[in-house]
């Protein structure tokens, strides 16, 4: 015989299992702002660098919701177009540091000795350099694309990712359920993906947000400073450093994407930290 439950523990029970606003606030941004960055700037007359020079500097309002900027361009389609750039270097960041980064870890915290012992050394030197200035080098050498960009700067995560496996490695390499497939004469490749690769991957896809929150901000560095994607092409820093100079007559050309790269990276780092205090650890097998 079942008891119905009271209304209050059924209320309570079914707030429990929903996610707490903030993460869904969070999560609804980054899905406008993904939505938007993909659709917008193909729907028509959305294009991002169209001039219009009878309404150059026009403060937001109907029509031009965010304003437009020094040469009539509208702050909105580009702020949303350079919503692209900062995810395409996102996507290209966490790529190279959660691919290259897990490989070496793995390989580092498996095998042990002269491997560990190179791995970690490689890391180090390059946790020495100044991730910036590299950057900027190697931009003004070979120029400015998104694909460069995200590739270096994923570069300079593979020490965090690196680590994270390596670590997760070394605990996992004495337990029970590994040790027991070691023993009944299983080969290690097929031990390091059944047994060791699904493990690590909850730690290392919790640091991804903020390999990603990383890539953004230094992008966003990068425009400003001027070794992004070449102008007119938007980007949130380009659109940033475009309108610093009317920032008293204009704010907004400056504002609209500085206020979008801030809400996004808040995002990005709440929705890490959620997942990482709040999801529910795995059960080794």
Not at 20 to 38: F, H, R
Request: contains cysteine; positive net charge; proline residues 8%.
């Amino acid at each position: 015989m079942t008891t119905a439950e009271s209304p209050t523990v059924a209320t309570a029970r079914r707030a429990r299992r929903l996610p707490p606003t903030g993460v869904l606030l969070a999560a609804g941004w980054l899905a406008v702002v993904v939505l938007a960055a993909l659709v917008v700037p193909l729907l028509p007359g959305c294009d991002p660098l169209r001039a219009d020079f009878t309404h150059p500097s026009t403060a937001p309002g109907p029509g031009h919701w965010l304003g437009t900027d020094g040469t009539g361009r509208d702050v909105l389609y580009r702020t949303v177009a350079g919503a692209r750039a900062s995810f395409a270097v996102a996507l290209i960041t966490v790529a190279v540091g959660l691919l290259g980064g897990g490989a070496l870890g793995i390989a580092a915290g498996w095998f042990g000795g002269w491997p560990d012992r190179l791995v970690g050394f490689a890391t180090d030197v390059l946790m020495s350099v100044p991730a910036l200035i590299l950057v900027m080098i190697v931009v003004t050498l070979r120029g400015p694309s998104l694909p460069l960009i995200g590739s270096l700067i994923g570069l300079l995560t593979v020490p965090a990712f690196t680590r994270i496996a390596r670590a997760s490695v070394l605990s996992l390499a004495e337990r029970g359920f590994v040790q027991a497939a070691r023993m009944i004469g299983t080969a290690p490749l097929r031990i390091l993906r059944r047994e060791i690769v699904p493990h690590i991957a909850p730690a290392a896809l919790t640091f991804a947000f903020t390999a990603v929150t990383v890539a953004i901000v230094a992008e966003g560095a990068l425009s400003f400073l001027g070794f992004g994607l070449r102008p007119p092409e938007p980007t949130w820093g380009g659109i940033v450093a475009e309108g610093r100079t009317t920032l008293g007559s204009a704010p907004w050309i400056s504002l609209a994407p500085a206020g979008a790269l801030c809400l996004t990276v808040l995002a990005l780092n709440f929705l890490g930290e959620h997942l990482r205090t709040g999801s529910p650890k795995g059960t080794p097998r």
